[in-house]
């Protein structure tokens, strides 16, 4: 079975600084691992994803990822956070071979100070 | 990008009747779609796999009878809240599986708030 642990469920940065939003996962099989963004009152929105080959995982909006196997991590990060940044984070593993299901973390929140 | 929708966005009824939520997938055939609900502050729970042409596969504790799936298409999968009651207020989540996405990458609709009176 697959599970995942997002540590902290509100992270605030400055404008400007580094975003780290933290993503732990178990799983049976090689992964395939997702960041998504949710904002107020939408739906999810695909910011990245880690399926096989290069570990650091680059996606839209500045974000990247790498992916850590004996950390069994799938960190988050930007350099410069912007104010339209403030939203809901989660991550995400698919399921076991065969299995499309995501599981996804609880979510962190990130909110940004001017 | 993959594009998918939901209509309608936000919903209120009374308690007893039933809603009928759309999620289409806009360009590009989706086999394959995802129905969540997620409570307020809270992540995502699957409530069931929507299959083009055969039954949907609800997860555990997720009422078949109350919440009735169907994938007539492979653009459109429709979910109807039976009876509904103030418990099923809700903002409800679906998602496709877009086939030349790869790697099993979902993409989601905006969501629709029902509210239950």
């Known amino acids: 079975a697959q599970s995942v642990t997002q540590l902290g469920s509100h992270v605030s940065v400055s404008e400007g600084a580094l975003v780290l939003l933290r993503c732990n996962y178990s799983s049976s099989v090689p992964p395939y691992l997702f960041w998504y963004v949710q904002y107020p009152n939408q739906g999810l929105q695909l910011l990245l994803k880690?399926?096989?080959?290069?570990?650091l995982v680059k996606g839209i909006n500045g974000f990247e990822a790498e992916f850590k196997k004996s950390e069994t991590s799938f960190h988050l990060t930007k350099p410069s956070a912007h104010m339209s940044d403030a939203a809901e984070y989660f991550c995400a593993v698919k399921g076991d071979f065969g299995n499309e299901k995501l599981t996804f973390g609880t979510g962190t929140r990130l909110t940004i100070i001017p | 990008g993959a594009v998918v929708s939901q209509h309608p966005s936000r919903v209120i009824c009374k308690s007893g009747t039933s809603v009928k939520i759309e999620c289409r997938s806009l360009d590009f055939q989706a086999t394959t779609m995802f129905w969540y609900r997620q409570f307020p502050k809270q992540s995502l729970m699957l409530m069931a796999t929507?299959?083009?042409?055969?039954?949907?596969?609800?997860e555990q504790g997720v009422e078949k009878d109350k919440f009735l799936i169907n994938h007539a298409s492979l653009t459109l999968s429709t979910l109807t809240v039976t009876s509904a009651h103030p418990e099923d207020s809700s903002f409800y989540i679906c998602?496709?599986?877009?086939?030349?996405?790869?790697?099993?990458?979902?993409?989601f609709g905006p969501g629709t708030r029902l509210t239950v009176l």
């Open positions: 929507s299959n083009e042409g055969s039954k949907a596969t609800y």
């Open positions: 880690y399926t096989t080959g290069a570990t």
């Open positions: 998602s496709a599986r877009d086939p030349g996405g790869g790697a099993y990458t979902q993409y």
